[in-house]
């Protein structure tokens, strides 16, 4: 747990130092300008960036590098504070908070953005993407940029997507082999309809709950489990208060990089640039460091005394024959025709990337 919460800190000053060595130009010196009368000083902008997850994890890093990003690009004439551990609320407050514009970035999962843009829904669909490489050309593909566009008639800007991951399960009562295991188990989910039937589905008692509130929930035994990727519940040490991780990866659930619109329409058209490149660079490197520890984290997991229960081929589709029908309860509230369109962008992609 040190070494790989040590090898994380190295790493980010590490990017952080390589991401610096584009220096910004010195400022021209008096002679230089002639002992011009110092310029009209420019407006400065302050970006208040909460997550809910805490300052090892790669999303808190992604923000590290946005804030150097741009700072550095900006001359200063933006600088960026991070808050993180659901300091500044939890996800849906943060929403809040940027469409009333007393925050001005937040990077929630996909799934509570569903109850602003229901179409979000499709990302919930359980075993949706065959791979982290098919979800990613997705998701920066034109559907991705077209739920992101969305976003704007809600007073919300969609930055980029970020990599969450593929989620599993862990709980504190027995080990999960099948859906029966799972029978009368009090499962937190995200505050999202298909969460909550895919664990109904399955037999569990699920129990929608926001981020900052599952540790104490889990300790205090409100929920016997919950169900999130391997970097947060082994960064998050889920392993304190739960025993048993399924890698069952029945969704992969996205970040979503979301600003302030009524921030970002003060913004000129230069800053605007270099907070969109700095999404984009910090998406690069939070998405490769998420994937290659995860193995890393998986194994550390045992470390710390979790039992992790790698499902058979055999197991793992019964969990997908329960969850099956979840497609078809939902296609409706999502709409119809654009879940047909999404499943077959994303069989294009896999068969693409075969
Ligand atoms: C953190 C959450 C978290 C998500 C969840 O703010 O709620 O379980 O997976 O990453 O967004």
Redesign the pocket.
Known sequence: MKHLKKTMALLLVAVLLLAGCGSTPAQPSEQETGGAAAAEPEKTYLIRAG???NDQHPQYLGLEIMKEYIERESNGRIEMQLFHSSQLGD?IQMMEALQMGSQEITC??SAPISSIDKRNMVFDLPFLFPSEEVASAFLDGAFGQELLDGLEDHGLVGLAYWE?GYRHLTNSVREVRTPEDLRGLKIRT?ENQIHLDFFRELGANPTPMP?GELFTAMQQGVVDGQE?PVS?IYLQSFSEVQDYTTLTGHVY?PFVLLMSKVFWDELPEDLKEIVQEAAYVAQEEQRRISREYADEMVEGLREQGMTVTELTLEELQAFQQVTSSTIDKFKGDIGADYVDQVLEEIQRLTNEMM
């Open positions: 997550i809910g997850l996800d929630p999962s969450n995200m981020f999130n947060t659930s």
